[in-house]
């Protein structure tokens, strides 16, 4: 994994040798002087986009406009970008234009937080105008320059904010915190689909809580679809961003159309459906014909929801695992006979019969009254079709 970090030294060598300047910046500073991990190692630079091509073998131009160019000479693609100034951000999300300028300081003032602009020689020192490394000594996420300018360029920032103080467990300073209750209605100048990435990543950090709470007190909330109640979400983590997209559907009455506000994909919409289906079971006692349909990570992350939400439950996550192993089948699908069985034993068209009497066939090997053999379910269902 740190095969990254060699290659960026590598790509600032070559830049180095042919006369320009180069630098580890961003994401990549940040997590090295926290000590996290973090692969995504990009690297600015004095020389312009078409002097970095002249200088590597390998390069792919994924955004020669924006000044980035993508060098693939030492293995790992490295991202590589031009010193940049921005400037214009009439619509609150991005530059109008952006400059390319010789002089590293002007790049480190367009980023967002002192802790994201900081850079990072190959020898390892640090480059640290804004003071960084004092706030993440400090854990506060600072705004590089004036705040409510900063936010006003780019709506989006105050999310951001939001996201890395609960992913570091940091809070945001005073100013910077002002700024965004102040600019909070701007949120609606960017694209859902950029919040949801946001949201995403707060639901899934270490303090989710923390993120809802900051989203609620800046009242970012009164702009954003679905409630952000701080006291539904004690207790919760999950690394599963879906996890967390369902449970604040749950915590919405179970609203499900919020994932379509955000433009969450229909496989997110079915994961929701199905832990919701699950949660309700799990409220009833979770019935064995339901304990057959959830797998266990199912029945884990309800029973997870159910402690979230403060409801006592009369038996544990290991209780349903234990009853759910003594189930005669594990899944609907191990079941011994099919409906083309039944159609083939009544002689009866294909209906909705057949999904009927397969779900009462089920409940009967649940329930003892027939083994799940194909013989025994046959003269059930003669007993059962007779009868009817
Ligand atoms: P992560 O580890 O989550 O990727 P990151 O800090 O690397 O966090 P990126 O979105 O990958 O975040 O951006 C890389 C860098 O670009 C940031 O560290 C910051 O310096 C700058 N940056 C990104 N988005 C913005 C923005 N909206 N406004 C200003 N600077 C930004
Ligand atoms: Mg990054």
Redo the contacts with the bound molecule.
Sequence with gaps: KKMHWQAAKKVINTIEQAGFEAFI???????YYLKKE?N?V?IATSALPEEIQAIFHHTIDVGIAHGTVLVLDFGEPIEVTTYRT?SGYSDHRRPDTVHFVRNLKED?K????T???MALSKSGDYIDYYNGRQHIDNKVICA?GEPLQ?FE??A??ML?AI??AS?LQFSIEYQTLQAIHQKASTISYISIERIQVELS?IFTSKHAQMGIEYIENTSLSNYLPGKFNTHSWTGFYSEDRQVGWAYFCLVNESDLSLLSAYRCSNKDKLFTKSILGAYESLLNGMPPIDLLRYDLSMLKTACQFAEWQNKVLPFSFDDLADRKSTLPIQHINELAISGRDLMEWSSKKRGAWIKQTLDTAILAVLNGEANNDKQQLKEWFHAFHDEG
């Design positions: 910046v961003g994401g990549a500073v940040r997590d973090n995504d990009d921005e480190l367009r980023r967002d937080f802790m994201n602009a590089v900063r360029e780019d989006l920032r951001r996201r890395f992913q990543k």
